[in-house]
């Protein structure tokens, strides 16, 4: 995503252990940097005074403008997003779904072919068995 903005947020302690724990998943902020859809930044806690080294990266995945919705103030937005773990997660996944897609087309293509051959077999079964009637029938009026 090169196009896509990538910048640093500053986050409250409290709030980023929401975001790592899976609870918050949703940002107010000012929206003074134009946040848009697919936008990557990188949630940084801040516990007032200085950075203490933990960090989330997240992609936002909506936005909604103030200046249109009651309850947030023209210059502000609310945001939700997923973080890059869960990015991961989900790519991990269907990649393990297409891998097990495939998988049963070919389980039903070689289920459709044994078909297809047991039906083969019971065919010139049902010929021998005639053949075999139709020979104790002969042998039978000798």
Same mark, same amino acid.
């Given at each position: 995503?090169?196009?896509?903005?990538?910048?640093?947020?500053?986050?409250?302690?409290?709030?980023?252990?929401?975001?790592?724990? @899976? %609870? *918050?998943?949703?940002?107010?902020? +000012?929206?003074?940097?134009? !946040?848009?859809?697919?936008?990557?930044?990188?949630?940084?806690?801040?516990?007032?005074?200085?950075?203490?080294?933990?960090?989330?990266?997240?992609?936002?995945?909506?936005?909604?403008?103030?200046? @249109? %919705? *009651?309850?947030?103030?023209?210059? +502000?937005?609310?945001?939700? !997003?997923?973080?890059?773990?869960?990015?991961?997660?989900?790519?991990?996944?269907?990649?393990?779904?297409?891998?097990?897609?495939?998988?049963?087309?070919?389980?039903?293509?070689?289920?459709?072919?044994?078909?297809?051959?047991?039906?083969?077999?019971?065919?010139?079964?049902?010929?021998?068995?005639?053949?075999?009637?139709?020979?104790?029938?002969?042998?039978?009026?000798?």
């Amino acid at each position: 995503m090169s196009d896509k903005q990538e910048n640093v947020l500053k986050i409250l302690p409290e709030y980023f252990e929401a975001v790592s724990d @899976g %609870f *918050k998943r949703a940002e107010v902020r +000012y929206n003074d940097r134009d !946040f848009k859809i697919g936008d990557i930044y990188s949630l940084c806690e801040w516990d007032g005074e200085k950075f203490t080294g933990r960090s989330i990266t997240i992609r936002i995945t909506h936005v909604l403008h103030g200046a @249109g %919705f *009651k309850g947030l103030a023209p210059n +502000y937005c609310m945001f939700s !997003f997923v973080t890059q773990k869960e990015d991961e997660e989900q790519a991990a996944q269907t990649e393990r779904l297409a891998i097990l897609n495939r998988a049963l087309g070919q389980s039903k293509e070689a289920l459709s072919r044994a078909k297809d051959e047991i039906c083969l077999r019971n065919a010139k079964i049902s010929e021998q068995e005639t053949a075999i009637r139709v020979l104790g029938e002969l042998v039978g009026r000798r």
